[in-house]
């Protein structure tokens, strides 16, 4: 299994950007799905956005149109673009490799978006 390291989290207005990185420690040409997950406080981990190693992509229906994933196989990294944000986007985001029963995670990234 692939370690994972997530960066690009921070604090930002609503309405704001921000870009989150996964880099992984080998190849991800053939994992299949990549993924973000998100876990806000008292909350369960749910499943932000997916893409396939066929280049398909599933979004949750409550960031469908602001957030975009994406994969470069060539640098073994994967990308969460998040625009419009909103306080309830505020969560710990979580990389994920193949899959959230037995793939493999990384440590997350903070993401809060104050009103």
């Known amino acids: 299994q692939v370690q994972l390291v997530e960066s690009g989290g921070g604090l930002v207005q609503a309405g704001g950007s921000l870009r989150l990185t996964c880099a992984a420690s080998?190849?991800?040409?053939?994992?299949?799905?990549m993924g973000w997950y998100r876990e806000a406080p008292g909350k369960r981990r749910e499943l932000v956005a997916a893409?396939?190693?066929?280049?398909?992509?599933m979004y949750a229906e409550s960031v469908q149109g602001r957030f975009t994933i994406s994969r470069d196989n060539a640098k073994n990294t994967v990308y969460l673009q998040m625009n419009s944000l909103k306080p309830e986007d505020t969560a710990v985001y979580y990389c994920?490799?193949?899959?959230?029963?037995?793939?493999?995670w990384g440590q997350g990234t903070q993401v809060t978006v104050s009103s």
């Open positions: 893409t396939g190693s066929a280049g398909v992509t």
């Open positions: 994920n490799a193949g899959g959230q029963i037995s793939g493999s």
């Open positions: 080998g190849s991800i040409f053939k994992v299949d799905p």
